[in-house]
């Protein structure tokens, strides 16, 4: 089988893009995020006062796995934790008849004001997963086995609804050659190595590692190649209290890619420029991954490509232009 659901943004920025998903006889709107593994959502079992505004679902107690926990932290400090049951997912036609739903007891308020999603499906190895004490299988893993082809499509867009495609390749949603790497799965991520990197139409010979994350908004780099970028952008500056580099909103944004296989990876400029801020100039979708130790590809540099995650018998990730 394959199947496919959209991807739309949850607000104008594209901070994260959301899809439905059937969790048991309820539809949610959950991230799907590369940067994890843990499939778990807003449910029944937390206060009434932090469901307001959510879809949540209605645990059933005799499909509890007793004794089973869940709790994950992410890179943002935020945070959720719970009690893990096993029901029925579909996502856009594929079902996982028992999948491990981690059904939340307690969320950080991060979660619970941001009143659109109702949980995160993780895309990460189940390696990475948090269940106790017996670790449980991403959906994609759960589902692997029936996909016609052992794989997953990403089509983030820019400020328009894209698409997850599960176990075929669309050729409508790209042009072009798909360029294949090599996936570094090791740490339990999508790792991938650049060689490279441009700034408008200058390249520099660099290594940059790091992971692709479709739950990460912003692209995070090493601080000398974001100092590089700036430096092309006249009047930006790194501004503590935005917590990142900021400039005019008028400014013209150089494009930015990281050479991937031999191939460039171009970031459209336009793509840079995140969002305003609160002081009157613009955030911007490059910023530094200090304190991080890796590079994070996330939306910025994900939604203008169609990215292929294939496990096969060696994991590898294909590029190819939207
Ligand atoms: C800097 C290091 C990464 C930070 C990254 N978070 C982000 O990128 C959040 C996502 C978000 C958007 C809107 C509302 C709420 C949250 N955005 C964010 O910090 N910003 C601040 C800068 O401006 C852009 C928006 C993260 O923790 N990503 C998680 C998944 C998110 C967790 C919070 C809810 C949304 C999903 C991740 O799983 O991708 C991870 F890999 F980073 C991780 O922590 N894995 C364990």
């Not at 939340?104 to 948090?130: C, P, R």
């Amino acid at each position: 089988t394959n199947g496919s659901a959209p991807a739309v943004p949850s607000d104008q920025y594209d901070s994260l893009y959301l899809s439905p998903v059937t969790v048991g006889s309820s539809t949610l709107h959950l991230d799907f995020d590369t940067g994890s593994s843990d499939l778990w959502v807003f449910s029944s079992l937390q206060a009434q006062s932090s469901l307001v505004g959510h879809d949540y679902y209605m645990v059933d107690p005799a499909k509890e796995k007793q004794g089973y926990t869940w709790k994950i932290s992410y890179g943002d400090g935020s945070g959720a934790s719970g009690k893990v049951y096993a029901d029925k997912v579909v996502v856009g036609g594929v079902t996982a008849t028992a999948q491990a739903v981690e059904a939340a007891t307690a969320v950080s308020a991060q979660f619970t004001q941001d009143v659109d999603t109702d949980g995160l499906l993780g895309l990460a190895m189940s390696t990475l997963n948090t269940v106790k004490p017996q670790q449980q299988k991403t959906f994609f893993d759960t589902v692997l086995k029936q996909l016609a082809q052992p794989l997953f499509a990403v089509d983030l867009k820019y400020h328009a609804a894209g698409s997850y495609d599960f176990g075929f390749i669309d050729k409508s949603k790209y042009t072009g050659a798909i360029n294949y790497v090599n996936a570094d799965t090791s740490k339990g991520w999508w790792g991938v190595s650049a060689t490279a990197y441009s700034i408008g139409n200058a390249s520099t010979s660099a290594t940059v590692s790091g992971i692709l994350d479709t739950g990460t908004t912003l692209l995070y780099v090493d601080t000398p190649i974001v100092k590089a970028y700036y430096a092309k952008v006249k009047g930006s500056k790194m501004d503590n209290t935005q917590g990142g580099y900021v400039f005019p909103c008028s400014a013209t944004l150089p494009d930015f890619s990281l050479t991937i296989g031999g191939v460039k990876q171009i970031v459209p400029g336009k793509h840079i420029n995140y969002s305003p801020t609160s002081a009157g100039n613009c955030f911007g979708g490059i910023q530094t991954n200090d304190g991080i130790g890796f590079s994070i590809l996330g939306d910025i540099f994900l939604k203008s490509k169609y990215v292929i995650h294939e496990m096969g018998s060696t994991p590898r990730i294909g590029f190819a232009q939207q």
